[in-house]
Structure formats: C-alpha cells, structure tokens
C-alpha cells in the first residue's frame, strides 16, 4: 500500500497549530497567512495539491509570478523566507522527505 502525500492546506494547517503551540505573535501568524496562503492557492490552480508533489521550480515559478506583479523585493525576499521555513517545518517534521 502506497500513502497518500499529505495535502499542502493541511500541511499548512500543521504548521500554524504549532506555530501557536509555541505562543508566536498574532502579526506573525498574519504574517504566514499573508505570505504561504497565496502560495498554496496558487499550487493549487497549477494543480499541485500535495507537499510532495511541489517542487523547487515550482516555488521558483512562484517568486518569479509575484516579480511581473512588480511587488517590492522586499515583498518578495520575505514570501521566500516564509516558504523555506514553512518546508524546513514540514521536512523536520517528516512531513515531507527531501
């Protein structure tokens, strides 16, 4: 029997569990929502659904997607922050494997 990749939402959902689990501030959790939220969403309409099934180039597609929208690299620098460390959550968590 094979298992099922684990649906990035619920991944997701995980990660803000322990994110509060650990008492982080109500801006950080907004901060996550804002930046890994669009993220998903966006996996989602390429139809990557799954953690295993996204990859480096998709995140990579991703940056450069929020780039052409001419967003800050500010912006842009901090969305990829926020997405390493929601899949070195997800990595060390054994969520996912590399």
């Keep these: 029997m094979q298992l099922q990749s684990p649906n990035l939402h619920d991944?997701?959902?995980?990660?803000?569990?322990?994110?509060?689990?650990?008492?982080?501030?109500?801006?950080?959790?907004?901060?996550?929502?804002?930046?890994?939220?669009?993220?998903?969403?966006?996996?989602?309409?390429q139809k990557v659904d799954t953690l295993t099934a996204v990859t480096a180039s998709h995140v990579r597609a991703y940056l450069v997607h929020l780039q052409e929208r001419n967003l800050s690299s500010y912006t842009v620098n901090g969305v990829a922050r926020?997405?390493?460390?929601?899949?070195?959550?997800?990595?060390?968590?054994?969520?996912?494997?590399r």
């Design 11 to 45: 991944c997701y959902q995980l990660y803000r569990l322990d994110a509060k689990a650990r008492r982080v501030t109500s801006e950080t959790l907004r901060t996550y929502k804002d930046r890994i939220e669009p993220f998903i969403a966006w996996c989602q309409a």
């Design 82 to 97: 926020a997405l390493k460390v929601f899949f070195n959550f997800c990595l060390e968590r054994k969520i996912a494997r």
